[in-house]
T-cell receptor, first 113, second 114 residues
Framework: KQEVTQIPAALSVPEGENLVLNCSFTDSAIYNLQWFRQDPGKGLTSLLLIQSSQREQTSGRLNASLDKSSGRSTLYIAASQPGDSATYLCAGAAQGGSEKLVFGKGTKLTVNP | DTAVSQTPKYLVTQMGNDKSIKCEQNLGHDTMYWYKQDSKKFLKIMFSYNNKELIINETVPNRFSPKSPDKAHLNLHINSLELGDSAVYFC?????????????FGPGTRLTVL
């Protein structure tokens, strides 16, 4: 049974800092991995999807990597801004069940001006 | 130009009532989902439909019944509501293409059972 863990649960940084959010999963048979952000009281916004054959994806100041052998993914945020404050969730899909995303509990990020 | 929409946004009801939540997507996707986010913010899948056919049914009480009238809609009906059903329910959709399965979420429906 796939379980996803995100560390840290909460992170507070000053504006401009580069930061890394971590995600680990128990079953290395991960098929693809998706990072989301969730603002308070809102839905989830898809940030990046790393497909089975890929190791990383980049979008603007965000870079996500996936290392299946170690069961880990990281989300790197460069030059953080107060608008990046949100909860970041990672979710993995197992091969053969790629429709089903298993979520971590999220990292709540606060970027202080 | 909303991609995945849900109604209502908020739903407050008494224990024992029956209620429905509606979801619509205009992305042309063939797969739709219902997820539940509990009070601890943990998100867990409930159901998934592909081309109107049920493909995922997690361990969910049979008081919950999804219905997909067409590919663009997936509704969730809940009978005999209980206090523990209070949560935020998210609808999502995706287009399955091999390993590409980026899921897009709606804004959520906050259900409060009194």
């Amino acid at each position: 049974k796939q379980e996803v863990t995100q560390i840290p649960a909460a992170l507070s940084v000053p504006e401009g800092e580069n930061l890394v959010l971590n995600c680990s999963f128990t079953d290395s048979a991960i098929y693809n991995l998706q990072w989301f952000r969730q603002d308070p009281g809102k839905g989830l916004t898809s940030l990046l999807l790393i497909q089975s054959s890929q190791r990383e994806q980049t979008s603007g100041r965000l870079n996500a990597s996936l290392d299946k052998s170690s069961g880990r993914s990281t989300l790197y945020i460069a030059a953080s801004q107060p608008g990046d404050s949100a909860t970041y969730l990672c979710a993995g899909a197992a091969q053969g069940g790629s429709e089903k995303l298993v979520f971590g509990k999220g990292t709540k990020l606060t970027v202080n001006p | 130009d909303t991609a995945v929409s849900q109604t209502p946004k908020y739903l407050v009801t008494q224990m024992g009532n029956d209620k429905s939540i509606k979801c619509e997507q205009n992305l042309g996707h063939d797969t739709m989902y219902w997820y539940k986010q509990d009070s601890k913010k943990f998100l867990k899948i409930m159901f998934s439909y592909n081309n109107k056919e049920l493909i995922i049914n997690e361990t969910v009480p049979n008081r919950f019944s999804p219905k997909s009238p067409d590919k663009a809609h997936l509704n969730l009906h809940i009978n005999s509501l209980e206090l523990g059903d209070s949560a935020v329910y998210f609808c999502a959709s995706s287009q399955l293409r091999g390993s590409y399965n980026e899921q897009f979420f709606g804004p959520g429906t906050r259900l409060t059972v009194l």
